[in-house]
Protein backbone atom coordinates (compact mmCIF):
# COMPACT_ATOMS: atom_id res chain seq x y z
CA UNK A 1 0.00 0.00 0.00
CA UNK A 2 1.60 3.20 -0.99
CA UNK A 3 1.68 6.06 1.94
CA UNK A 4 2.22 9.26 1.90
CA UNK A 5 2.91 10.60 5.34
CA UNK A 6 2.53 14.39 6.20
CA UNK A 7 3.93 15.63 9.83
CA UNK A 8 5.43 19.19 11.06
CA UNK A 9 2.24 21.08 10.87
CA UNK A 10 1.42 23.06 13.34
CA UNK A 11 0.13 26.77 15.10
CA UNK A 12 2.23 29.76 14.52
CA UNK A 13 2.46 33.40 15.00
CA UNK A 14 2.65 35.85 11.45
CA UNK A 15 5.78 36.13 10.54
CA UNK A 16 6.36 32.88 11.92
CA UNK A 17 8.19 29.60 10.51
CA UNK A 18 7.22 25.85 10.14
CA UNK A 19 8.63 22.89 8.25
CA UNK A 20 6.88 20.46 6.86
CA UNK A 21 7.96 17.16 5.86
CA UNK A 22 6.40 14.25 3.70
CA UNK A 23 7.97 10.02 3.96
CA UNK A 24 6.74 8.07 0.99
CA UNK A 25 6.35 4.20 1.44
CA UNK A 26 5.09 1.26 -0.97
CA UNK A 27 5.67 3.07 -3.86
CA UNK A 28 6.11 0.98 -6.93
CA UNK A 29 9.37 2.49 -8.58
CA UNK A 30 11.95 4.10 -6.77
CA UNK A 31 11.08 7.17 -4.92
CA UNK A 32 13.42 9.14 -6.94
CA UNK A 33 11.86 8.82 -10.26
CA UNK A 34 8.38 10.64 -8.80
CA UNK A 35 7.63 14.42 -8.71
CA UNK A 36 6.60 15.36 -5.46
CA UNK A 37 4.09 17.99 -4.85
CA UNK A 38 2.84 20.26 -2.08
CA UNK A 39 -1.02 21.80 -2.29
CA UNK A 40 -3.01 23.44 0.33
CA UNK A 41 -7.10 23.62 0.79
CA UNK A 42 -8.35 26.32 3.28
CA UNK A 43 -12.22 25.23 4.32
CA UNK A 44 -14.39 25.66 1.78
CA UNK A 45 -11.49 26.70 -1.09
CA UNK A 46 -10.24 24.50 -3.70
CA UNK A 47 -6.95 22.69 -3.33
CA UNK A 48 -4.48 24.83 -5.03
CA UNK A 49 -0.94 24.50 -5.89
CA UNK A 50 1.80 25.24 -4.05
CA UNK A 51 5.40 23.99 -4.82
CA UNK A 52 6.45 21.19 -6.86
CA UNK A 53 10.23 19.06 -7.46
CA UNK A 54 10.95 17.38 -10.49
CA UNK A 55 12.58 13.83 -9.98
CA UNK A 56 15.30 14.91 -12.12
CA UNK A 57 16.51 17.26 -9.38
CA UNK A 58 16.03 20.41 -11.42
CA UNK A 59 14.58 23.51 -9.77
CA UNK A 60 12.05 23.58 -7.76
CA UNK A 61 8.72 25.35 -8.44
CA UNK A 62 6.59 27.58 -6.77
CA UNK A 63 2.62 29.02 -7.09
CA UNK A 64 3.66 33.08 -6.83
CA UNK A 65 2.15 33.47 -3.08
CA UNK A 66 4.90 31.61 -1.67
CA UNK A 67 7.69 32.07 -4.05
CA UNK A 68 10.35 33.91 -2.01
CA UNK A 69 9.25 32.55 1.86
CA UNK A 70 8.41 28.80 0.99
CA UNK A 71 11.56 26.28 -0.05
CA UNK A 72 10.91 23.32 -1.47
CA UNK A 73 13.73 20.34 -1.21
CA UNK A 74 14.00 15.80 -1.65
CA UNK A 75 16.05 13.60 0.40
CA UNK A 76 15.83 10.89 -2.16
CA UNK A 77 17.81 8.31 0.25
CA UNK A 78 15.44 8.98 3.17
CA UNK A 79 12.43 8.87 0.71
CA UNK A 80 11.05 12.30 2.34
CA UNK A 81 10.32 15.68 1.06
CA UNK A 82 10.47 19.20 2.84
CA UNK A 83 8.42 22.26 2.57
CA UNK A 84 10.18 24.81 5.00
CA UNK A 85 7.47 27.90 5.70
CA UNK A 86 9.23 31.28 6.46
CA UNK A 87 7.59 34.15 6.84
CA UNK A 88 4.09 32.81 7.44
CA UNK A 89 1.00 34.70 6.84
CA UNK A 90 -2.77 33.83 8.17
CA UNK A 91 -3.47 33.63 4.67
CA UNK A 92 -1.03 30.33 4.44
CA UNK A 93 -3.29 28.67 7.04
CA UNK A 94 -4.90 25.69 5.46
CA UNK A 95 -4.13 21.69 5.12
CA UNK A 96 -1.03 20.74 3.18
CA UNK A 97 -0.99 18.00 1.42
CA UNK A 98 1.71 15.95 0.11
CA UNK A 99 1.50 14.38 -3.88
CA UNK A 100 3.90 11.91 -5.63
CA UNK A 101 3.36 11.40 -9.94
CA UNK A 102 5.47 9.25 -11.98
CA UNK A 103 5.08 11.45 -15.34
CA UNK A 104 8.63 12.76 -15.20
CA UNK A 105 6.81 16.87 -15.02
CA UNK A 106 6.46 19.20 -12.37
CA UNK A 107 2.78 20.09 -12.31
CA UNK A 108 0.85 22.40 -10.31
CA UNK A 109 -2.86 20.52 -11.00
CA UNK A 110 -4.29 17.98 -8.96
CA UNK A 111 -5.49 15.61 -11.61
CA UNK A 112 -1.69 14.83 -12.70
CA UNK A 113 -0.90 13.84 -9.30
CA UNK A 114 -1.08 9.93 -8.42
CA UNK A 115 -0.67 9.22 -4.74
CA UNK A 116 -1.78 11.95 -1.96
CA UNK A 117 -1.03 11.71 1.88
CA UNK A 118 -3.53 13.00 4.14
CA UNK A 119 -2.76 16.18 4.99
CA UNK A 120 -1.14 17.98 7.90
CA UNK A 121 -3.03 21.53 9.62
CA UNK A 122 -1.04 24.49 9.55
CA UNK A 123 -2.78 27.62 11.25
CA UNK A 124 -0.92 31.03 11.39
CA UNK A 125 -2.34 33.61 13.72
CA UNK A 126 -2.67 37.14 13.47
Known amino acids: QVQLVESGGGLVQAGGSLRLSCAASGLPYRFSTYTMGWFRQAPGKERTFVAA????????SYAGSVKGRFTLSRDNAKNTVYLQMNSLKPEDTAVYYC?????????????????WGQGTQVTVSS
Open 53 to 60: ISWSGGTP
Open 99 to 115: AANQRGVVAGTTNMYDY
